[in-house]
Antibody, heavy 123, light 108 residues
Framework: EVHLVESGGGLVQPGRSLRLSCTAS????????MNWVRQAPGKGLEWVGI??????????EYAASVKGRVTISRDDSKSIAYLQMNILKTEDTAVYYC??????????????WGQGTLVTVSS | DIQMTQSPSSLSVSVGDRVTITCRAS??????LNWYQQKPGKAPELLIS???SLQSGVPSRFSGSGSGTDFTLTISSLQPEDFATYYC??????????FGQGTKLEIK
């Protein structure tokens, strides 16, 4: 059974950094792209970024709202994806979800989600 | 970036109602359209991929249709467990993978 578990959230001051982890199990982690999606309190879903599998170059892309402040990485040997967030702003306050990117008939979708970890940016 | 617009933003409905939610893309996305359900305090769950492909385990009362810019999620007979917020998402071409703003189903 596929499981994704996020960790590393908490209260952090503006301007500081935080690293979130997503520990995966139940599938061959290295074969899949992983995405991060966030949801501010009472708001909708916002895609944050992706890290592709090594087979697709392991490349990353980011939303414009976080580009330059965020880095996604992965350790396939440990089945963990990371979201490093720097220069945090109050508007980064959200629940952060990691998701597995499934593929079918050339289409992409987020077929498994973690339970989310809350990041609160406040002084 | 491709913008996704859902309508309505909220809907007051009753058990047994037929419900239709619309999602419009700012440009053609073929059928690169997914639907998710999110219940309060929970992570979203994938309902439908590729506009109309029902995920395993999702009840058959859910269906999706559309192609190009206009898409629809239909619940044929609303059940109590379906009260939730629904999001569409496009996965056309490269990221960003934008979501619609969500449609919240509320009890009438």
């Amino acid at each position: 059974e596929v499981h994704l578990v996020e960790s590393g959230g908490g209260l952090v001051q503006p301007g500081r950094s935080l690293r979130l982890s997503c520990t995966a199990s139940g599938f061959t982690f290295g074969d899949y792209a992983m995405n991060w999606v966030r949801q501010a309190p009472g708001k909708g879903l916002e895609w944050v970024g992706i890290i592709r599998s090594k087979g697709y170059g392991g490349t990353t892309e980011y939303a414009a709202s976080v580009k330059g402040r965020v880095t996604i990485s992965r350790d396939d040997s440990k089945s963990i994806a990371y979201l490093q967030m720097n220069i945090l702003k109050t508007e980064d306050t959200a629940v952060y979800y990691c998701t597995r990117e499934g593929r079918g008939y050339g289409r992409y979708y987020f077929d498994y989600w973690g339970q989310g970890t809350l990041v609160t940016v406040s002084s | 970036d491709i913008q996704m617009t859902q309508s309505p933003s909220s809907l007051s409905v009753s058990v047994g109602d037929r419900v239709t939610i619309t999602c419009r893309a700012s440009q053609s996305i073929s059928n690169y359209l997914n639907w998710y359900q999110q219940k309060p305090g929970k992570a979203p769950e994938l309902l439908i991929s590729a506009a109309s492909s029902l995920q395993s385990g999702v009840p058959s009362r859910f269906s999706g249709s559309g192609s190009g810019t206009d898409f629809t999620l239909t619940i044929s007979s609303l059940q109590p467990e379906d009260f939730a917020t629904y999001y569409c998402q496009q996965s056309y071409s490269t990221p960003p993978y934008t979501f619609g703003q969500g449609t919240k189903l509320e009890i009438k």
